[in-house]
């Protein structure tokens, strides 16, 4: 049985190394594997106390060996890049000590609302990929599967225009959608055209109940 870790930041699936920074979000997706679990990996990723200050994440990510992952993933149990700027200053120290690791954001593609400005140009050269939750192939269902905050007459087209301008801006960027959750039908191949026209990659996500990466 595997020891439940509370409160830890920095947690590992196979050989990735995963950052959790908040459990904020700006979403609260009927499919999102936190309504199911409190746990990834055995780590648990509810922040009880509070969001890790970027001193905090970067001292667990020095004492985990990150020279020896094949990837870093901003990716936990909230929206990362709700908490940009602690993101910028770890992604910073990554780059400029393991350079050589992959640095990976998993994203809902709001930040722009979230923080009312472009935000990309930000960590364009801070980090080399990023998954954006794109979900569906139209607003409505969006916002059904998603329940965003933000209003469906907006969120959806920002979330297309967040994703063409990872891409313009050079970051491997891949949409992607959950599939076989229970009787919600996505049109697979509307979102990967879609995907394909904003200059993104496209990826299908099998929901899985112990989680997905």
């Not at 329940?147 to 959806?156: G, H, M, R, W």
Request: hydrophobic share 35%; with cysteine.
């Amino acid at each position: 049985m595997k020891t439940e870790t509370k409160n830890k930041a920095v947690y590992f699936l196979k050989n990735i190394m995963y950052i959790n920074l908040t459990n904020l979000c700006t979403n609260n997706c009927v499919f999102c594997l936190r309504n199911y679990s409190n746990t990834v990996g055995g780590v648990n990723l509810w922040l009880d106390n509070k969001d890790p200050s970027p001193e905090e994440v970067i001292e667990e990510i020095q004492n985990n060996s990150p020279e020896t992952r094949d990837e870093i993933v901003f990716c936990g149990y909230g929206e990362p890049l709700i908490k940009l700027e602690n993101l910028k200053k770890i992604a910073l120290f990554i780059k400029q000590n393991y350079s050589n690791v992959p640095v990976r954001i998993n994203s809902n593609g709001q930040a722009n609302l979230i923080h009312k400005r472009n935000i990309v140009p930000e960590i364009t050269g801070l980090v080399d990929k990023i998954s954006i939750s794109l979900n569906a192939d139209n607003p409505d269902l969006y916002q059904e599967l998603s329940q965003s905050k933000f209003k469906k007459e907006i969120v959806y087209d920002e979330i297309k225009f967040f994703i063409s301008e990872c891409a313009k801006n050079g970051i491997e960027t891949t949409a992607t959608v959950v599939t076989g959750f229970k009787n919600y039908s996505i049109n697979v191949e509307n979102c990967k055209k879609i995907a394909l026209e904003l200059g993104a990659k496209f990826k299908i996500r099998e929901w899985l109940e112990s989680g997905y990466s």
